[in-house]
């Protein structure tokens, strides 16, 4: 049996801290496996980049991290369940239907501790808890406190401090974001002109934390 740690979010951009996390999980051996779980649609009605280019910036942020860890290739990957289903994502439905897909492993969810405040506002979220492992990285400006039972914080994990709204704001104003995300990402999002129309009044709240349902 393999623990799969599933690390669900928008990835509107992902971003370096997005990897770090990635990468940290698997180093301290707190998994076998990671999964990213790109959201399909947001429970809160947030506005989204279209799935195909946030499945494909993931794709190119997983193909970063293939070549600065070859030895781990095959323990971090991208699960299209969400996108694919077309319904409005729930946590606790995804890890329920995962669990169905593959019940030879075991399944872990992955979130920021800026999801810490809401996460009573999660469908099922006792039942979350109960039932699955719940790891909870540092995020800058939100620390880790008032942790709920079932919930472990990653302590030793690296603060991650991009955020996706901002990126998403900096491309708009035409800065240079290339040292917050994974080159190939950085030209995906020249070449397709993602977020330069995107308006500030857009999902306030970093759409990274698109698992606040």
Do not use: C
């Amino acid at each position: 049996m393999a623990h799969i740690a599933l690390f669900g979010g928008a990835f509107d951009p992902p971003h370096l801290g997005h990897q770090q996390i990635v990468a940290y999980l698997l180093e301290q051996l707190i998994a076998d496996q990671v999964w990213l779980v790109p959201v399909g649609r947001h429970s809160f009605d947030k506005q989204l980049s279209p799935a195909e280019h946030r499945l494909a910036m993931v794709e190119l942020a997983m193909s970063r991290l293939e070549q600065q860890y070859p030895e781990r290739a095959d323990q971090f990957r991208v699960e299209h369940y969400e996108l694919d289903s077309g319904q409005v994502a729930r946590t606790y439905q995804t890890i329920k239907a995962l669990a169905r897909q593959y019940p030879e492993h075991q399944l872990s969810w992955v979130i920021g501790s800026d999801n810490l405040a809401g996460f009573e506002r999660w469908d099922n979220y006792r039942q979350l808890l109960t039932e699955h492992p719940v790891y909870v990285y540092p995020r800058q400006g939100y620390p880790l406190h008032h942790l709920l039972l079932g919930m472990e914080a990653l302590d030793e994990a690296p603060t991650v401090r991009a955020s996706s709204q901002h990126l998403r704001q900096m491309a708009a104003a035409g800065r240079d974001i290339t040292d917050w995300v994974p080159p190939l990402v950085a030209e995906y999002i020249d070449h397709h002109g993602l977020y330069r129309h995107h308006s500030p009044e857009l999902g306030r709240r970093d759409l990274a934390t698109a698992h606040q349902r």
